[in-house]
């Protein structure tokens, strides 16, 4: 609370585990396993921006006069106040799934807005829309595994992460099995 110095923070969660911060101006964290988020010690006045790699759950304080910005894989979230999640390992696409409110995703001079119950998958120079099924994207949230006709890859991914474990396919074949 002092005017002293602004430093940056880095939070990285190990496999296997989560974990919850409270940030500065009230907004709760929620960081899924393999995550890390960098963020200051104290928020400027004009914006509040932090950057991750990994997942993690927002539940963002309203603030109209400093918007809320997660910058992840080359791409940039902008809200005001809502709850929404992002997922930006550095394998794969990324997604940023709306829950309630408003935000703005920025990709490579591109704008898109979502409402909620949508989601953003960013891929190399193109954002994509798609309806998301909340329940199956916030599991990790709950400390559950909800997998709905995904490859094998994508699930063993997610457990490898978990328990930090490696995963060795005998055939490519088998990755793609749902």
């Not at 963020?39 to 993690?56: D, H, I, N, T, Y």
Request: charged fraction near 25%.
């Amino acid at each position: 609370k002092s005017p002293a110095a602004v430093g940056q923070n880095v939070i990285q969660v190990p496999c296997g585990g989560t974990y919850i911060i409270q940030l500065e101006d009230d907004t709760r964290v929620y960081l899924n396993s393999g995550s890390t988020i960098e963020f200051p010690s104290k928020f400027s006045a004009g914006e509040r921006r932090v950057k991750l790699q990994g997942e993690a759950y927002f539940e963002v304080t309203q603030d109209s006069l400093r918007p809320f910005l997660v910058e992840f894989e080359g791409a940039c979230v902008k809200v005001l106040g809502t709850q929404f999640n992002v997922r930006a390992y550095p394998t794969g696409p990324s997604f940023t799934t709306l829950v309630s409110g408003c935000v703005k995703i920025v990709h490579k001079n591109q704008v898109l807005q979502l409402e909620p119950g949508q989601q953003c998958e960013v891929r190399e120079e193109k954002m994509l829309l798609h309806n998301a099924d909340l329940m199956t994207v916030l599991a990790w949230k709950n400390g559950e595994f909800i997998f709905k006709d995904v490859a094998l890859e994508t699930i063993m991914d997610e457990l490898a992460r978990w328990y930090d474990m490696q995963v060795d396919y005998e055939t490519e074949d088998l990755k793609k099995m749902r």
